[in-house]
């Protein structure tokens, strides 16, 4: 019989002329089970999302090992970042966050307090599976002029849960009139104060709720909404009285519907498609 070895046929007898090996010996070699021992050293994984669970990239974060060691990173594209393997439990910062304003995924390690609110955001974590945090949720409000179209450039201040915000609503196409920001977690209210003109007055201010609207199938839906859209109704109680009808007329009149006052089908689809479901 013959075997093939190095592109040649040969005898069995034969040993390979250009390796020097019998057929005896490339069986053995062949046929060895060889057993590898892989020793995975545990790294801290991070992943960071925003309230609408989109990465967050470019944060910066920071840890501090148990022998005092410090590393520094920044969250890539996907809002991931790692850091190299070491023993004990890490402590993790995100220098530029106040703890009020990121959440951690999952319980945290046995024994462990994050900071106290009002710090940088702070928390231990041991090296092994990919640990995810979230920064709080998001306000995004359309404010409207009395005649329903979008307040563009207006200046505004937003206070939130001790902290103040200062900036403009958007200016063009989809974002004009657009307040965009982050809320700390947990926060249930919020003081909004617009300047339509852009004075140093006092401003217009509202208070505003917050948390989940109620389907836009329900009045106190349907009043969320027009209040967040900027068409006053009134207190979020389920009640269509006089103030909800007369922003429901605004928003009618602003949108070239019938001002009948009136929640019907072509209103309620209308507000749908402005302000989302």
């Not at 995004?140 to 200062?166: C, F, I, K, M, S």
């Not at 909004?192 to 505003?208: A, D, F």
């Not at 709720?209 to 027009?226: D, I, K």
Request: glycine content about 12%; overall charge negative.
């Amino acid at each position: 019989m013959t075997w093939e070895h190095c592109e040649q046929s040969l005898p069995d007898t034969v040993a390979c002329p250009s390796c020097g090996k019998t057929k005896a010996e490339w069986t053995v070699e062949f046929q060895a089970t060889r057993t590898f021992t892989v020793r995975r050293k545990a790294v801290l994984r991070i992943e960071l999302l925003d309230a609408r669970e989109e990465p967050i990239a470019g944060e910066r974060v920071e840890v501090e090992r148990p022998d005092g060691s410090r590393e520094e990173a920044e969250t890539d594209e996907l809002g991931r970042a790692a850091f190299a393997p070491g023993p004990g439990r890490y402590r993790l910062t995100f220098p530029g966050r106040a703890q009020a304003e990121v959440t951690r995924s999952g319980s945290a390690p046995e024994g462990v307090e994050d900071a106290r609110e009002g710090d940088q955001a702070s928390f231990e974590c041991t090296p092994g599976k990919r640990r995810r945090f979230q920064v709080g949720a998001r306000l995004e409000l359309v404010l409207h002029d009395a005649r329903g179209e979008p307040l563009a450039g207006a200046r505004y201040v937003l206070e939130v849960g001790g902290q103040r915000r200062e900036g403009e609503t958007g200016s063009e196409g989809a974002q004009a009139g657009l307040v965009d920001e982050e809320l700390p977690a947990g926060a249930s209210e919020a003081v909004l104060t617009v300047w339509p003109e852009g004075g140093e007055g006092p401003g217009l201010r509202q208070k505003l709720a917050l948390g989940a609207l109620a389907a836009p199938e329900a009045t106190e839906g349907v009043q969320g909404r027009l209040n967040a859209l900027g068409y006053v109704s009134g207190k979020v109680d389920g009640d269509a009285g006089p103030v909800t009808q007369d922003a429901l007329k605004r928003f009618q009149a602003a949108h070239g519907l019938s001002e009948s006052g009136q929640l019907d089908d072509a209103t309620r689809a209308k507000l749908v498609d402005v302000f989302g479901s």
